[in-house]
């Protein structure tokens, strides 16, 4: 891990702002392919009991983080507007 503890004030803030920001365009990208592993059923396909199943023991998220990005993966297919309103 990254020490910071020395990182000047701006510095450390525009740093943690270009984080988020990426982990925003990285966060809708991870629920597009997850809405097209939905569609194609590939958890099922590949031994899983579902996509919520897949998600917690190949991608190692825990259930919460799942259910969330599942309902937001499942909504954003539905309406694609959603994409660039989440990024």
């Known amino acids: ?10 510095e450390l803030l525009r740093s943690l702002k270009a984080l988020v920001k990426d982990e925003r365009r990285n966060l809708v990208r ?18 899983f009991h579902s996509l919520f199943d897949y998600s917690v023991r190949a991608l190692r998220y ?12 499942r909504a954003a297919a539905s309406y694609p507007l959603l994409y660039p309103m989440l990024s």
């Open 1 to 10: 891990m990254e020490d910071c503890s020395r990182m000047p004030d701006d």
């Open 62 to 73: 825990s259930e919460p983080e799942t259910a969330r990005r599942i309902h937001a993966a």
């Open 30 to 47: 991870i629920l597009s392919r997850l809405a097209e592993v939905d569609r194609r059923g590939l958890a099922l396909k590949r031994g």
